[in-house]
């Protein structure tokens, strides 16, 4: 089992470019969850999929943020436009259920410039 | 999500237990108990989860008390990798995770 696998592992763009992030969630894993943490807010919950479906956005901070899931293996979470304020790490995590512990992969550290 | 509440930081010598409170003191009967550590530069990690009794696995062990309004999780003999942040967190099975600033946790040698 490799785990969730997130890419790229670091990300450095300029203000204004779109932005978008990976993750292949562990097979089997019906749940798929992205977090962002920063110093300031720690960690955040931004939107969750079950089976592919999104359950819950909230999080998501406005509508230049968008999350996708067009199969059971594969997820992206798009920045357009960036902003420096979006500089965080995001996580992508999965889970076989909301009941059970929650998988997190190594993180994408974004910088915005 | 009940609150809880947890030392902001801990210190450890190497090789002894390391002993993490958390308290829940608003903790719903159907709540159960997670904790999670985060090692710097990498994702958060699942260690342990409880309802009631108390829990052992291969990486720590979880002692509810009898009220369930805190808990402690053991590290039986601290190693310099166990420095990290530590997250007490208390949800349904039908919640999602919400993570608080947790304890920072320093194993000295």
């Known amino acids: 089992d490799a785990g969730v696998i997130q890419s790229p592992r670091h990300e450095v763009t300029e203000m204004g470019q779109e932005v978008t992030l990976r993750c292949k969630p562990i097979?089997?894993?019906?749940?798929l969850f992205w977090y962002r943490q920063t110093m300031m807010r720690g960690l955040e919950l931004l939107i969750y999929f079950n089976n592919n479906v999104p359950i819950d956005d909230s999080g998501m901070p406005e509508d230049r943020f968008s999350a996708k899931m067009p199969n059971a293996s594969f997820s992206t979470l798009k920045i357009q436009p960036s902003e420096p304020r979006d500089s965080a790490v995001y996580f992508c995590?999965?889970?076989?259920?909301?009941?059970?512990?929650?998988?997190f992969g190594s993180g994408t550290q974004l910088s915005v410039l | 999500d009940a609150k809880t509440t947890q030392p902001t930081s801990m210190d450890c010598a190497e090789g002894r237990a390391a002993n993490l409170p958390c308290n829940h003191s608003t903790i719903s009967g159907n709540e159960y108990v997670y904790w999670y550590r985060q090692i710097h530069s990498q994702g958060p990690q699942y260690i342990i989860h409880?309802?009631?009794n108390n829990e052992t696995n291969e990486m720590a062990s979880l002692i509810i008390t009898e009220d369930r309004k805190s808990s402690t999780l053991i590290l039986p003999h601290a190693t310099l990798r166990d420095t990290a942040v530590y997250y007490c967190?208390?949800?349904?099975?039908?919640?999602?995770?919400?993570f608080g600033p947790g304890t920072r946790l320093s194993v000295l040698p």
């Open positions: 967190i208390v949800r349904v099975g039908d919640q999602n995770f919400v």
């Open positions: 097979s089997g894993h019906d749940y």
């Open positions: 995590a999965s889970s076989p259920s909301l009941g059970t512990g929650v998988s």
């Open positions: 409880g309802l009631k």
